[in-house]
């Protein structure tokens, strides 16, 4: 019975560096075709590398890939006349892709995965600090928590609220409070390590996660970024200078609870956030790590 979907045309890629490996992870993606083969004499180009991974066969030899194979087409990206004539001789000229062709397709990729990045970027980014978005620590929140759960290891997650930033916003203006949102990002991208993922959560709020992370070690993370933060008050464009602090609280998950992963997200986010909402109240400028949050208490204040 035909159900009108048509079959996989075979291809074989010829060269396995970076164009190899850009015509690969295009056609891997195209239900057109069957990527059966890609052939390097370096077993360690890119194109080769990736290809194990998807299970694609690798070949060191031009004639024994098509043979093997007996591809419907191939693309030659090497540039190479000696490849060319190669695979001509095994497929015909009309089997081989290649030249000034080759280079129009690797041009069109290249355009549209700079294209599929930068929308990739614009989608995950806060635009005005550049750091993730909500919608973005949302999904690395659930991903986090689900690994910390499967692989018992901990994760901590700092909810952070900047002091007073209502003023700001009152007396010198919605410009200046965005240079403190902007600034405050800074400050926690040049100091947060290399694994942790900071986000605004929104408004005057930012968030992070801190994997493989103990509350010890997330409390004198939060207070190193706190201190930083005190030592570096924000210049604004009029000549007026701001001291900029934060109230922030601490939530961890042990790693080693077996619980569901959205109420384990849910009950993170519900105690870091009454948690920086009783660094408010006692004082501002401080990071809690210690303290039962009731149900009722995520009523905070500016």
Known sequence: MNDGAEKPHSVVILGGGSGGLAMLE???EE???????IVDTDEMAPGLVAAREYGVSTFSEIELALLTVKPELAFN?????VVQTKASQVLGVGGV??????????RIINNMRKAKEELHFQASRDLLTGLYNRRYMMDQLHQGVSLAIRYQHPLALVMIDLDHFKQVNDVYGHAA????????????RERVRDADVPGRWGGEEFIVLLPHTSLEGAKKAADQWLCHLNSDPVQLEGGDVVSVTFSAGIAMLDGDEKVDVNDAVKRLLHVADGRMYMAKSQGRNRVIVEGSVPDDVLAGSG
């Open 26 to 28: 295009m056609l891997m």
């Open 31 to 37: 239900d057109l075709v069957s990527v059966d083969g």
């Open 77 to 81: 990206v090497t540039g190479s006349d």
């Open 97 to 106: 892709i290649g030249g000034f062709e080759a280079k129009i397709i690797l």
């Open 177 to 188: 409070g965005d240079q403190v949102l902007v600034h405050m990002a800074e400050k926690l």
